[in-house]
């Protein structure tokens, strides 16, 4: 099936710092999403991206859709304590009737330390 | 994006009792769907709350145990019938709006089963 594979697991940075992390699969996607969930909070959508080789900043935030399709990744600039969170990234499934089912990768825990 | 609410936000339940959630959209929309996550995974999705019709399930989810109803455009219902403490997770509702291929995530409903 088509899986998303997230990495790193988990991320503990300095405040400041710069992050980065990453999504691929063997699979090709026709959107690539990120979200953030908050501690006890639903996923909230970060970014959307639609087109291969899409770049799309929202404030510190940047986002790339890889030119392959097969992968995506965040960065966050300049990180601050309220990035701390769970990073989501997801695709719809492709194939076999709607696309509006998303996968989700497993996630990458943020830490910042003040 | 779309304002989204989920009742109730969190509830402790017995084992065998079934548990109604409810999902409330500001505006119209046209795709809603039934996450479910496990403590410390990633979002699952259950099923895909079609109005009019039977709710599409995926595979590992059947209509006995989390029936869905969709009597509106802006309203939705999962129960979790015949609870076990396997069940306790947080189930999250999500729509389509932008009908992009983005989807919008409530809360959440955090479930504990005892």
């Known amino acids: 099936g088509q899986q998303l594979n997230q990495s790193p697991q988990s991320m503990f940075i300095q405040e400041g710092e710069d992050v980065s992390m990453n999504c691929t699969s063997s699979s090709i996607f026709n959107t690539w999403l990120w979200y953030k969930q908050d501690p006890g909070e639903g996923p909230v959508l970060l970014i959307a991206l639609y087109k291969a080789g899409e770049l799309t900043s929202n404030g510190r935030l940047t986002a790339q859709f890889g030119i392959t399709r097969k992968d995506s990744f965040l960065n966050i600039s300049a990180s601050i304590p309220s990035d701390v969170g769970i990073y989501f990234c997801?695709?719809?499934?492709?194939?076999?009737?709607?696309?509006?089912?998303?996968?989700f990768g497993k996630g990458t825990l943020l830490t910042v330390n003040p | 994006s779309a304002v989204i609410s989920q009742k109730p936000s969190r509830d402790i339940c017995q084992r065998g009792t079934s548990l109604t959630i409810q999902c409330q959209v500001d505006?119209?929309?046209?795709?809603m769907f039934w996450y479910r996550q496990q403590p410390g995974q990633s979002l699952t999705l259950i099923a895909t709350a079609n109005q009019g019709s039977e709710a599409t399930y995926e595979s590992g989810f059947v209509i006995d145990k989390f029936p869905i109803s969709r009597p509106n455009l802006t309203f939705s219902t999962l129960t979790v019938s015949n609870m076990s403490p396997e069940d306790s997770s947080i189930y999250l509702c999500s729509v389509d709006r932008a009908s992009r291929e983005t989807q919008y995530f409530g809360p959440g409903t955090r479930l504990l089963v005892l």
């Open positions: 997801a695709g719809p499934l492709v194939g076999g009737g709607s696309n509006y089912k998303l996968t």
């Open positions: 505006s119209q929309v046209t795709m």
